[in-house]
């Protein structure tokens, strides 16, 4: 398909010989504001594609820092709609802006009517945590009639015959999660990450991001030697956690992060 | 679907399934695939049997309960006594199970989740038994309520890990479960203590459960020579009740009544009656009924009993109420412990408060049978007694206002104690 903001994006930064960042930051937190202040940081300090978090009461994969930025955005009355907005103020910056979701804030909002509505926004589409394409009928057919990508992910622990079937179905990017475990940064990206990139490609993905405890510039130059993209979260989500409330240091902080993160993108490919 | 007690998974109607994360695929799958060949195997059931009877205390009796079935309408009511197991709940019966499983699938660690601690109870006795490691998630809330079982699970070797995420409850031990399950799968099984989350726990479950029905139908009929005209279980995540229900699930004159937690009351909003008062969407890995808000995040439970106070239900509960099968109805935190109070004065036996919710049942239905005609001794009421109540001795006690006045923590009568 071509129809994909995403895979172009990934695939311009291919062409400049470098591996595209996606950031992941939770809508909602610190609060709504804040958290389209931070996206739109982000990409200005050299986020290629944003992943905008829908935060939920039961975050079955994210790790403590992501949970608790989710509980929060929870209890500032972050909604749904909230998110929609967020994804318009963010995706105005050019980036492809996709929403990460659990499935169930969207069952409930309609799969349809969240295509509809995403759409509208200027969105490009969801990943899906906890929705393998065997139960995503759904949300596959909607997705289709609104050219939005999908994105699934594929983990190491993913037989060959998933690896096709989890690569055919989808669209902009497959997101290979680097160990098996739950968000967080970690010391070192798992050494199943590589072997995975590689089998996933050869199951026909012609892109493929990893996230999961991606946290260094350093960590981010090894990932992009092999993969197509590196998918950092909670470690930005961990620059904006401050007791002080500062968040003019915060985003400082965020930028800085980014921009070393950028940096390592753009190495990458050079030790390749 | 011909015959409803075969219903395997993932699905059950529109409900079941598996929304998870990838990175279990492959667990679920080797879980699904073992237990499709563990069951028929003639050496798996001749070891669970003789655990069954030799362990557990298999079979558990019938009792005939007619001092409390007075104010049951006078109808005939059967208790179907899994209090009197090893551990003192019906949980032992599916854990037993998953531990023969779990040394089939060559792991050496279990984990598990808890609400009011029976089946992280259970879970660390089969882990004693088998020599397997085990760590149990309980939310920390349910760790202060049930801190006895803490103790009880400390003892018997187990390491038990307060939640503190979300509302600390049960939902979220069994976040916290998956989560240790995903990154240790290699090494460790997730015992899952109801018949719900992804496929196959839910037929799993139902599978090593359905002798609490399968006994129950054989003993009546023995004693009585008759099947039961209604048969009532509690449902937290359901596993008393189709375990009770399996057996009858195709005979289609016995009514099958699950009781649901509605705490306060449903119209207060603090209750846990997923069926009777939520929807369906997506929890723990299945579609099924939960208690959400307009935007799919999920309402947090109340009930005076731990082991019911989870906003989700197995998925075939949720099937057999969406096709008219099983009927689920709401018992109030009152009603539940007035029933409580009932069989321990009129029997001398002690109910779990999860239990005492299908006793409640038990005690309206057989009412209403009888106001509508039905002849007394001719009505026979088949309840699921799942566990006993020494756990909620002192829940109780607060309740009725027994504790010695020093000791109280000043709540009054009919107060919520554990809220
Ligand atoms: C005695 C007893 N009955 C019932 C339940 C509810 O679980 P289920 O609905 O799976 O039977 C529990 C849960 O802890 C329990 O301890």
Same mark, same amino acid.
């Given at each position: ?272 | ?17 598996? $929304? ?47 001092? $409390? ?178 057996? $009858? ?171």
């Amino acid at each position: 398909m071509t129809g994909s903001r995403t895979a172009a994006t990934i695939d311009a930064a291919r062409a400049e010989g470098r591996a595209a960042l996606v950031v992941y930051l939770p809508v909602g937190y610190p609060d709504v504001d804040g958290s389209i202040a931070a996206a739109r940081a982000a990409v200005e300090a050299g986020a290629d594609i944003v992943e905008l978090g829908l935060p939920y009461s039961d975050p079955g994969m994210d790790g403590a820092v992501n949970q608790e930025a989710m509980q929060a955005a929870l209890a500032g009355g972050t909604r749904t709609a909230d998110v929609l907005r967020a994804v318009r103020e963010v995706a105005e910056t050019g980036a492809p802006t996709l929403v990460m979701t659990y499935y169930n804030p969207v069952l409930r909002y309609g799969v349809d009517r969240f295509a509809t509505d995403l759409v509208a926004a200027g969105g490009a589409g969801l990943i899906t945590p906890d929705l393998i394409p065997d139960e995503a009928g759904e949300w596959i057919a909607a997705a289709d009639a609104h050219d939005l990508d999908k994105v699934f992910l594929v983990a190491p622990s993913s037989t060959t015959e998933r690896l096709h079937l989890t690569t055919a179905a989808s669209r902009g990017f497959v997101y290979a999660a680097s160990t098996m475990g739950v968000t967080g940064a970690r010391a070192s990206v798992g050494p199943r990450a590589e072997a995975l990139v590689a089998a996933t490609r050869a199951a026909g993905a012609e892109r493929v991001c990893v996230g999961l405890g991606v946290s260094t510039g350093a960590q981010a130059a090894e990932v992009a030697s092999y993969a197509d993209g590196v998918i950092v979260g909670s470690a930005l989500v961990r620059t904006l956690i401050r007791s002080d409330g500062d968040r003019d240091a915060a985003l400082e902080d965020l930028r800085l992060l980014i921009g070393e993160l950028a940096e390592g993108v753009r190495a990458g490919r050079l030790v390749r | 679907m011909t015959d409803f007690r075969d219903a395997v998974g993932p699905y059950f109607g529109d409900f079941g399934g598996r $929304f998870v994360p990838e990175a279990l695929i492959a667990a679920l799958d080797d879980l699904a695939t073992a237990w499709d060949k563990l069951k028929d195997d003639p050496t798996f059931i001749e070891r669970l049997a003789a655990l069954h009877r030799d362990y557990t205390g298999r079979p558990s009796p019938i009792t005939e309960v007619p001092r $409390f079935a007075e104010h049951a309408g006078g109808v005939r009511v059967f208790l179907k006594r899994e209090d009197l197991n090893h551990t003192g709940s019906h949980k032992i019966n599916n854990v037993l199970g998953q531990a023969l499983l779990t040394q089939q699938v060559g792991k050496t660690r279990v984990i598990a989740e808890t609400g009011a601690g029976q089946h992280g109870v259970a879970t660390a006795t089969a882990a004693a038994l088998f020599g397997l490691d085990c760590t149990i998630y309980m939310g920390e809330e349910d760790t202060r309520r049930q801190a006895l079982n803490v103790a009880r699970m400390r003892l018997l070797g187990a390491e038990v890990i307060p939640v503190t995420a979300g509302s600390r409850t049960l939902k979220d031990a069994i976040n916290e479960a998956f989560r240790d399950w995903v990154a240790n799968v290699e090494t460790t099984n997730y015992v899952f203590g109801t018949a719900a989350g992804p496929h196959p726990f839910p037929a799993l479950v139902r599978d090593l459960q359905k002798i609490i029905g399968e006994e129950a139908r054989e003993q009546l009929s023995t004693r009585i020579g008759r099947l039961p005209d209604a048969v009532v279980a509690c449902v937290g995540g359901g596993s008393n009740a189709i375990g009770i229900f399996t057996a $009858f699930l195709d005979d289609a004159e016995v009514r099958l009544i699950g009781c649901e937690a509605a705490g306060d009351g449903v119209e207060t909003g603090r209750h846990a009656a997923t069926i009777g008062a939520g929807s369906p969407g997506v929890l723990h890995g299945a579609k099924t009924y939960l208690l959400q808000d307009e935007d799919g995040q999920t309402i947090e439970s109340h009930s005076i009993s731990a082991g019911l106070d989870y906003p989700g239900v197995g998925p075939e509960h949720s099937w057999l109420a969406s096709i008219g099968r099983a009927e689920y109805r709401p018992v109030t935190d009152a009603e539940a412990m007035e029933a409580f109070r009932l069989l321990t004065r009129t029997e001398g036996i002690m109910p779990a408060i999860e239990s005492a919710h299908a006793l409640a049942g038990a005690i309206t239905l057989g009412r209403e049978l009888v106001a509508a005609g039905a002849d007394p001794a001719e009505t026979v009421l088949l309840v699921s007694l799942s566990g006993r109540g020494d756990k909620d001795v002192e829940t109780a006690a607060e309740w009725f206002g027994l504790v010695d006045s020093s000791a109280a923590s000043g709540e009054d009568e009919g107060g919520s104690t554990t809220a």
